[in-house]
């Protein structure tokens, strides 16, 4: 029996912790972790070229969400406007701009995209 009574106290002792372990010792609740978007880092060199495209012609790409997408052999890296409703075709004010390259990265194509 009392072997019973101090396993039941150890386990309420794990149980009382397990809050305080979520916590940053300041009684702040830890930050979340999130997973945003995997990338394969063959795909760098694309995306950062470009991103030298983009600016220069004049814009940011922290004003911008980039997608990669793949034509055959050929990477497309788009820029779109993050705050662009989902689904929405073309411009929600700020142009959206494209660069299509080979695999050895010349470049093909680069356009504003309305």
Do not use: C
């Not at 309420?12 to 880092?41: E, R, V, Y």
């Amino acid at each position: 029996m009392r072997r019973f009574s101090r396993l039941w106290a150890a386990a309420a002792m794990i149980f009382a912790a397990i809050p305080q372990a979520a916590t940053s010792g300041k009684g702040k609740p830890m930050p979340q972790i999130q997973h945003i978007d995997p990338m394969n880092g063959a795909n760098y060199p694309a995306i950062e070229k470009a991103v030298s495209r983009l600016r220069e012609r004049g814009l940011k790409v922290d004003d911008y969400e980039i997608k990669l997408l793949r034509k055959d052999d050929n990477l497309i890296v788009i820029f779109v406007d993050p705050d662009r409703a989902p689904g929405m075709r073309g411009s929600s004010g700020k142009p959206g701009f494209e660069v299509e390259m080979t695999p050895d990265l010349h470049v093909v194509r680069e356009n504003f995209a309305r």
